[in-house]
Each structure stands twice: as structure tokens, then as C-alpha cells.
């Protein structure tokens, strides 16, 4: 039985996103942020990171949303959502999975951080403002002719995509890049976001519905 403790505008939605690709039934158990915008105590007593997405597949516990992209899809997918194993395309794609949440995902942070924070220093600001552009620069040249990021297949990499984007679109940081927020428009008309939207709320405060 799979169980997917699910965060609130959390990163926890590429996971039911995923599930509901896949056809996959599961147990939803839904917790709310509190006035900081943290995650309640009583995450941490299903897995010590205290955060979301956790998935329960019987005896296993896992957090950390990628890895629980990839064990589904292994486990569940059966090369849907990714390109065959041993491949330039998978090498490509697995780059771009993991970019998502190591090169991508620092400046981004920084960025929606220093939004809630009152601004960055001058010398943080330095930094972080020229490695987002180079970002989603980056990121609009590959969507530019294409539907989604390794073509015109949906893959794992895409749903891990989806929740950075939401977050900085709705910190207006995508005006400048109409290929990246149309590509993320295009991820959010797929039926299986929208049924993970429908089940577990918007990525992100102020993202449509």
C-alpha cells in the first residue's frame, strides 16, 4: 500500500503528480503549514527530516522527492517516463533530473528567500541574481522548440521541473523567459498535474488552480 504524506505547497505534489501518470492507487494523509510557513511537528515523527514529500510503499519510508521519482518509476513505471537505460537521451535526462535540485535550485532559493526576507545582501545578491538568469536561460533554450524537456514525451524529469518553476512564476521571476513559463503552462494543462493540483492544493501560494 502506498501512503504519500503531502505538505502544502510543497515540492510533494511531483509525487502525486507521478502517481496519478502511473495509475497508481494510494493513501493520502495531508498536513498544513503553519504562520512560518514550516512544516508541522508531526511530519517528523513519520521520517526525521521533519519534511515533505514522504512516501510509504509497505515497509520502506522515503523522503526526498527525487528519489521517490526514480524508485516509482523503477518499481511502477516500466520505462514510461524516462529513456531507455544505457542511452544518451536517459544520460541527458538524469542530468537534467538532477539539476533541477542542485545547480537550479540554489539561486532560486536564494532568490524566493531574500523575497520573504526583506532582500539579500549585496554581495549574496551578487552572486545569486546572475546565476538565476543564467538558469533559466539556460533552461529557456532547451523548451524553446520543444514540448517538453527531452522532446515531445513527458518524463520524470518534467514533474521534477514543474514545482521550481511554479515557485519562481509566481515570484514573477519568469517575465522575462516567455519559453520557460510556457513550457510550465504546458506542464500544468497535463491531466495528471491537474488531478495532483485537484488532490493536494497548488504548488505554490498564488499559482493557478
Not at 70 to 94: F, I, M, N, S, W
Not at 179 to 189: I, K, S, T
Amino acid at each position: 500500500m502506498i501512503t504519500v504524506h503531502h505538505l502544502n505547497f510543497s515540492r510533494s505534489t511531483r509525487v502525486l503528480w507521478l502517481l496519478e501518470e502511473l495509475g497508481l492507487k494510494y493513501e493520502l494523509i495531508a498536513y498544513e503549514r503553519d504562520q512560518n510557513f514550516r512544516a508541522p511537528p508531526a511530519l517528523a515523527t513519520v521520517h526525521p527530516l521533519g519534511k515533505a514529500p514522504i512516501l510509504v510503499d509497505d515497509d520502506l519510508v522515503l523522503a526526498e522527492s527525487g528519489t521517490i521519482l526514480r524508485y516509482l518509476e523503477q518499481k511502477y513505471g516500466d520505462g514510461r517516463l524516462v529513456p531507455a537505460p544505457g542511452t544518451p537521451d536517459r544520460a541527458v535526462h538524469d542530468e537534467w533530473l538532477d539539476f533541477v535540485e542542485s545547480s537550479a535550485a540554489l539561486p532560486a532559493m536564494l532568490t524566493l528567500l531574500g523575497a520573504k526576507t526583506g532582500g539579500l545582501s549585496a554581495g549574496l545578491a551578487g552572486f545569486t541574481a546572475p546565476e538565476l538568469q543564467k538558469t533559466l536561460s539556460y533552461i529557456s533554450d532547451r523548451v524553446a522548440d520543444r514540448t517538453y524537456l527531452m522532446g515531445d514525451r513527458l518524463t520524470l524529469v518534467d514533474i521534477q521541473m514543474s514545482y521550481l518553476l511554479a515557485t519562481l512564476r509566481n515570484a514573477k521571476q519568469l517575465d522575462a523567459f516567455p519559453a520557460v513559463a510556457a513550457y510550465l503552462g504546458r506542464l500544468e494543462d497535463t491531466a495528471g498535474l491537474k488531478k495532483a493540483i485537484e488532490v493536494g492544493g497548488p504548488m505554490s501560494p498564488g499559482a493557478r488552480a
